[in-house]
T-cell receptor, first 113, second 114 residues
Framework: KQEVTQIPAALSVPEGENLVLNCSFT??????LQWFRQDPGKGLTSLLL?????REQTSGRLNASLDKSSGRSTLYIAASQPGDSATYLC????????????FGQGTRLTINP | SQTIHQWPATLVQPVGSPLSLECTVE??????LYWYRQAAGRGLQLLFY??????ISSEVPQNLSASRPQDRQFILSSKKLLLSDSGFYLC?????????????FGPGTRLTVT
């Protein structure tokens, strides 16, 4: 059974710092990995999607990497801003009859001005 | 462009009452549709998925059911709510049976069962 773990559960850093969020998964048979952002009480906003054949994806100040063989992904946020404060969720997609996302518990990020 | 709607945004219901949550998708045809639940202290869990009208698969045994009466409409229902049904319900869609299999999420419905 696929399990996804995110470490740390919460992170608080001062504005301007570069930071890394970690995600690990137990089964390397994935089709893609998505990083989402969730603001309090809101839905999920997709940040980056890395297909299983890819190693990384970049969007603005965000860079996500994928090492399928070791079951790990990282989300790197450069020059953090208070507006980056949110919960970040990692999810892997498996196909068992249908396309299913398996989520981690998330990392709650606070950027202090 | 594609848009996904969910309503209501928030709902407070007593134990034993019925439930109906609605999700609609605009701007695409024959999407795959999903219901997820995010309960307090737990991660997002897939509840139901549908690959076409009338085709529903359940991921976990529970007090809820789902229906897809139209191509872009997905409904989550219950005949009698339990306290444990409280949570944040998210609808999602994806298109096709080929890569990249990206899923897009709606704004969610916050359900509190009292």
């Amino acid at each position: 059974k696929q399990e996804v773990t995110q470490i740390p559960a919460a992170l608080s850093v001062p504005e301007g710092e570069n930071l890394v969020l970690n995600c690990s998964f137990t089964d390397s048979a994935i089709y893609n990995l998505q990083w989402f952002r969730q603001d309090p009480g809101k839905g999920l906003t997709s940040l980056l999607l890395i297909q299983s054949s890819q190693r990384e994806q970049t969007s603005g100040r965000l860079n996500a990497s994928l090492d399928k063989s070791s079951g790990r992904s990282t989300l790197y946020i450069a020059a953090s801003q208070p507006g980056d404060s949110a919960t970040y969720l990692c999810a892997v997609l498996i196909i068992q009859g249908a396309q299913k996302l398996v989520f981690g518990q998330g990392t709650r990020l606070t950027i202090n001005p | 462009s594609q848009t996904i709607h969910q309503w209501p945004a928030t709902l407070v219901q007593p134990v034993g009452s019925p439930l109906s949550l609605e999700c609609t998708v605009e701007g695409t045809s024959n999407p795959n549709l999903y219901w997820y639940r995010q309960a307090a202290g737990r991660g997002l869990q897939l509840l139901f998925y549908s690959v076409g009208i009338g085709q529903i698969s359940s991921e976990v045994p529970q007090n809820l059911s789902a229906s897809r009466p139209q191509d872009r409409q997905f409904i989550l229902s219950s005949k009698k709510l339990l306290l444990s049904d409280s949570g944040f319900y998210l609808c999602a869609w994806s298109v096709g049976q080929s890569r990249p299999y990206e899923q897009y999420f709606g704004p969610g419905t916050r359900l509190t069962v009292t």
